[in-house]
């Protein structure tokens, strides 16, 4: 005999077990198969030497969010690098500004953006997330900030940034250069721009990001892209993997793009296939614009699997684990280079 109170339940808990089961691939990612860790990615070559201040760190047990935030300083000092940090070239009027971001497992997170004067922009967004309850602090009050926890306000324009912004201004053309993180040392090459994006996963399976830039040389005074911007240059979600990315940040910004990738592996996807989809959404929605700029993404799941994808061939990322520091991997790519 048909029952309708019993039909009416059983249809409630099976519609409850249907609402349950979209969150299952969570789940999954971090349970199914064997661990990867501690292992650290970042983005182009100059993260070889990166994941190495970060695995002193990792290979002892520490916490991901160190790793990272030691990892990420280095393309910070370097002074050959005018892509991150204190030698980054400067804006259209002659300003270094810097732009960083840090997450960590628990979704605690801290950025600066447009900041003067402070060679380490990814250490003042710590303290934002630990000694603050903002996320964001900029321009001037970034500085402000910095300054009252202790660091040293310093003149950021080198010598070199000089002279080629000087060179710049004969033009004044604003025109970003494919994958310039691989072709500052080619003849020709002089003008860069772009990101060190850094995720961890470290010994108890906890992970966190970290990514920083001085951003396009010769910008619009104030401009920022998605390096500081968390769900665009960089996002974390500790139950299923961190996603960061590179290139030009308008249009990471367009598409919330670390966000998505990481919503993306929560459905099931791997992390390669997840920043595939990012990057077939931008160019989905802007083809032609597409064809003319780099955009990158790089990802980790909480196996400790990781993948990248990029909208231009000539992407790279380094993996440091505990058989390889100096792994160095090309990205794969929706357009190939033309030679």
Not at 182 to 208: C, E, F, V, W
Request: glycine share 10%; proline share 4%; with cysteine.
């Amino acid at each position: 005999m048909y029952d309708r109170r019993k039909f009416l339940k059983l249809t409630a808990v099976t519609a409850s077990l249907t609402a349950l089961s979209k969150y299952a691939p969570a789940k999954s990612i971090a349970s199914k198969g064997a661990e990867k860790f501690p292992i650290v990615i970042s983005t182009w070559d100059f993260g070889i030497e990166a994941n190495k201040e970060a695995w002193k760190t990792l290979s002892k047990g520490g916490r991901a969010l160190d790793a990272v935030e030691a990892g990420v300083k280095i393309p910070e000092a370097d002074m050959k690098n005018h892509t991150v940090g204190r030698a980054g070239y400067p804006d259209r009027d002659g300003h270094v500004t810097l732009d960083a971001c840090i997450m960590d497992e628990f979704g605690n997170c801290g950025s600066v953006a447009a900041m003067e004067n402070i060679a380490h922009p990814i250490s003042v967004a710590r303290l934002v997330m630990e000694k603050t309850p903002h996320v964001m602090l900029v321009g001037d009050g970034a500085t402000q900030f910095a300054i009252e926890q202790g660091f040293k306000k310093e003149k950021l324009l080198t010598p070199e940034s000089y002279k080629a912004w000087k060179e710049w201004l004969k033009t004044a053309k604003y025109s970003p250069i494919l994958n310039i993180e691989n072709k500052q040392r080619r003849p020709g090459s002089k003008y860069n721009h772009d990101t060190i994006g850094m995720l961890a996963l470290d010994a108890k399976g906890n992970i966190s990001g970290a990514c920083t830039t001085s951003g396009m040389a010769f910008k619009l005074h104030g401009r920022v892209g998605d390096s500081p911007i968390i769900g665009a240059g960089l996002y974390v979600d500790n139950e299923v993997g961190g996603a960061t990315s590179t290139g030009v940040g308008e249009e990471v910004i367009r598409n919330v793009g670390s966000f998505l990738v990481v919503e993306l592996m929560r459905q099931g996807y791997s992390p390669e296939d997840a920043c595939k989809e990012a990057v077939n959404r931008i160019i989905k929605k802007k083809p032609q614009t597409a064809k003319q700029i780099q955009v990158g993404f790089l990802a980790i799941n909480k196996k400790g699997e990781y993948g990248a994808y990029a909208i231009q061939e000539g992407f790279s990322f380094a993996v440091c684990d505990d058989k390889n520091q100096e792994l160095l991997i090309p990205g794969k790519s929706f357009y190939k280079e033309t030679k």
